[in-house]
């Protein structure tokens, strides 16, 4: 194979790998390693296909390679820090994500990276700013401004809101950035805005077990007893063993 039809195969692949046809996609960057064992596009990109398979030995060996034929490209030791995370090596995941981020300042997956981590290991205020910095990058990201969400409801709740907010305008139509935000409501006592967020959920016919189980709960809190109890009754249409709802819906029996 000439070096012109590897570099034709790695973009077949690459479309293979975008459009999730996986194992097309890794045998393509298999055949390509065949003929050129020192690609570090085809390793790097078949570690990312080994992380999603849960091969993670697979993964860090193919993105080591990478590194070791490329050391100095961002993205390489960014995305070897996503695969130390997954293994639990999380001192040597900053290492790398850090590494990253002195080769490209502005890399968002850092960031992130390094936000996730944090979170992990409890480290609000590392979290925060690492978060804060990838969104600054890509104030679009949706996973970002989701998880300073999260945090947010863990240590400074007031915060929390508009980072719900910006998810569900970035994502309008996905039922779960309205659970985690009815979620949020309820926890802080705020029942008259989760019913109206949930009741826009409805209205683009967003109907999981949850979030009808959550809504249920924001009725019976503003005491509309009828309308909860059509809920909890919803969400057992869809799964008639959901402990949530059968416990909700027996707790409103025994109010009335």
Known sequence: MVEFLIDQALKEAIDLHN????????????KIIEHDKDNSDAHHLLSLINLVEGKLDDAKKNIVKAIDLQPNIAVYHSNYGNILYHSNNLEFAIQEHKRA??????????????GVIYSHLNNYQKAEDNYKKAISLDNNSSVAHNNLANLYNQINPNKAENHYLKVLELTP????????????????????????????????????????????IAYLATKENEKSKSMFEKALEIDPSYKPAIDNLENLRNIE
């Open 19 to 30: 459009r999730n046809q996986l194992d097309d996609a890794k045998s393509l960057y298999h």
């Open 101 to 114: 981020l002195k080769l490209d300042k502005k890399n968002f997956q850092s960031f992130y990276g390094l």
């Open 173 to 216: 139509n996905d039922p779960m950035p309205y659970i985690n935000i009815s979620n949020y409501y309820l926890k802080n006592t705020k029942y008259k805005k989760c019913v109206k967020v949930l009741e826009e959920a409805l209205k683009k016919q967003l109907k999981p077990k949850e979030l009808l189980n959550n809504l249920g």
